[in-house]
């Protein structure tokens, strides 16, 4: 074969489906509910406090794990929110967004022939994150419609060669929220087999119903094994400036920040200044987010109902998995095209976050977005029309 070709590595995985159907949307002047990124502003004194660090000249390379104000804010806010110690200096490491922080983990933690639990349906990155680090995935469902697993289908995917589990709560894809019961079931298994639990909870913020969120970190004798992810994009509306951390135990910091140091160097400096005034927001700015994406979910979930989806609610994050079959479309990704070219709304097909072929009755909605937005996709999917019924 020609070496003018990619890595074997890169051939075993394709493009992202969700940042396909941006572009998608983008080409045929849809309403994009496909990516999670929302089309409202950031806070103001967030942006401010961008501005004024440029204007001060903190334009040049931060310390590479991550500016001292804002590896300090991390700490401190993890320690009070939940009461587990952190310290900054020896635990937290600044990355370009969660998705380098979820990477430079695996590539500082995996050796070749590890096996990684991952809950299906799971968030599109984890698939390719694990083939580039070397881990051989292990898939453990989420049983909808309320995503539970099964705990000893949990117990089955753990053995000797397990090095991590990956956790995503509140969860992309389902909205799914794991509780301390389910947590400290996994923590028995990390525990029992000497896991790491990798926690991905860039949605800590964004949870609904009065629930609260549980970090396993905070779980008995699992801050020693946790690498906690978390970033700025979600909670401050700010998915373009590539801000994450990670919050790991000291043993393993100093892998994590020698892959995080080659792969990138560091994360935008002035942005990190603002990541750290972002931090100390009151806690009324928390409360107002997740009310004000409750309601947004409370309105595409009766938009969507009202167009012949079967959703299933979300406890948290802002996603609504849908199920198709009422459409009696061969599959996930015809709909999705169909739906973004003839419709005018981008949405995600199911099968993006799955290895089995349960994802191909289902499609994944966003709704962090303004209520125009929201209203335009509302009109345009009056379009639609179920398998079998003629529209008079
Ligand atoms: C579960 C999850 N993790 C990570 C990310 C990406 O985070 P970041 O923008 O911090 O890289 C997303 C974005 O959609 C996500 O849903």
């Not at 299906?120 to 469902?141: C, H, K, M, Q, W």
């Not at 969120?213 to 994009?233: C, F, K, Q, W």
Request: aromatic fraction near 10%; charged fraction near 20%.
């Amino acid at each position: 074969m020609s070496k003018l070709s990619g890595s074997k590595k890169a051939a075993q995985f394709s493009e992202s489906v969700i940042r396909e159907m941006t572009r998608l949307s983008q080409q045929y002047g849809g309403v994009n509910l496909s990516q999670g990124f929302p089309d409202f502003p950031a806070p103001a004194a967030v942006k401010a406090a961008a501005c004024d660090a440029i204007k001060a000249d903190v334009n040049q390379y931060a310390v590479t794990w991550g500016a001292r104000p804002l590896r300090e804010a991390v700490a401190r806010e993890f320690t009070r929110r939940y009461g587990v110690l952190i310290v900054a200096d020896e635990q937290v490491t600044v990355c370009c967004g969660t998705t380098e922080a979820m990477m430079a983990t695996m590539m500082a933690i995996i050796d070749p022939g590890d096996e990684v639990v991952i809950f299906e349906p799971f968030y599109e990155n984890y698939g390719p994150d694990a083939i580039l680090s070397g881990a051989t995935p292990r898939y453990v469902t989420l049983h909808e419609p309320d995503w539970t697993f099964d705990p000893d289908e949990l117990a089955s995917a753990f053995n000797n060669k397990t090095k991590a589990i990956i956790i995503n709560t509140p969860n992309n894809p389902t909205g799914k929220v794991f509780t301390r019961t389910e947590l400290e079931m996994i923590a028995v298994l990390c525990r029992k087999w000497d896991a790491i639990a990798i926690t991905d909870e860039i949605y800590e913020h964004i949870i609904y119903d009065g629930q609260r969120h549980v970090p396993i970190a905070t779980i008995e004798g699992m801050a020693d094994r946790t690498v906690t992810l978390n970033g700025l994009s979600k909670t401050y509306s700010v998915t373009g400036w590539r801000v994450g951390w990670t919050i790991s135990p000291p043993s393993l910091t100093g892998a994590i920040r020698k892959v995080h140091d080659f792969l990138t160097v560091g994360a935008p400096a002035p942005l990190q200044e603002a990541g750290a005034l972002a931090l100390g927001l009151p806690g009324d700015y928390y409360a107002a987010l997740a009310a004000n994406y409750q309601q947004r979910r409370d309105r595409l979930l009766a938009i969507l109902d009202r167009h012949h989806f079967t959703c299933f609610k979300p406890g948290g994050a802002y996603y609504i998995m849908t199920d198709i079959s009422a459409f009696g479309f061969p599959d996930d990704v015809a709909f999705a095209r169909y739906l973004v070219k003839d419709v005018g709304v981008a949405a995600v097909p199911g099968s993006s976050f799955y290895k089995t072929a349960a994802g191909r009755t289902k499609l994944r909605f966003c709704f962090c977005k303004k209520d125009e937005t929201l209203a335009e996709a509302d009109r345009r999917l009056e379009q639609l029309v179920p398998a079998g019924v003629t529209r008079h």
